[in-house]
């Protein structure tokens, strides 16, 4: 059974950072592509950023591009989100997912919910004004 369990969530003010980190347990994580999404409240659960199994291919979302860095450590299992300029409208919860099959292609990194098949159980940031 895969878990992916994240953290680094918190309270921040605008303008400031954070990381967060998702570490898969129950297989390696190194051959799956992997993406965050964030639901804000009342809203529906959205992309924010993904990348392919190699780190070939990092697309994000347009609200965040130049913002927000996704990146991946295979040896360790894990994949992170640095978050810079942060505003309050990227308040959320966070969820960090992967594929349930492997793909070869290294340049895959999608951005649909339905393409993957394991979810975090999320983590909440909060940027105040």
């Known amino acids: 059974q895969v878990q992916l369990v994240e953290s680094g969530g918190g309270l921040v003010q605008a303008g400031g950072s954070l990381r967060l980190s998702c570490t898969a347990s129950?297989?390696?994580?190194?051959?799956?592509?992997a993406g965050w999404f964030r639901q804000a409240p009342g809203k529906e659960r959205e992309f924010v950023a993904a990348v392919s199994w190699n780190g070939g291919s990092t697309p994000y979302a347009d609200s965040v591009k130049g913002r927000f860095t996704i990146s991946r450590d295979n040896a360790k299992n894990t994949v992170y989100l640095q978050m810079n300029s942060l505003k309050p409208e990227d308040t959320a919860v966070y969820y960090c997912?992967?594929?349930?099959?492997?793909?070869?292609?290294?340049?895959?990194?999608?951005?649909?919910?339905?393409?993957?098949?394991?979810w975090g159980q999320g983590t909440q940031v909060t940027v105040s004004s």
């Open positions: 129950g297989r390696t994580f190194s051959s799956y592509a």
């Open positions: 997912a992967t594929q349930r099959t492997y793909i070869s292609n290294g340049y895959y990194a999608p951005r649909s919910q339905v393409d993957y098949g394991y």
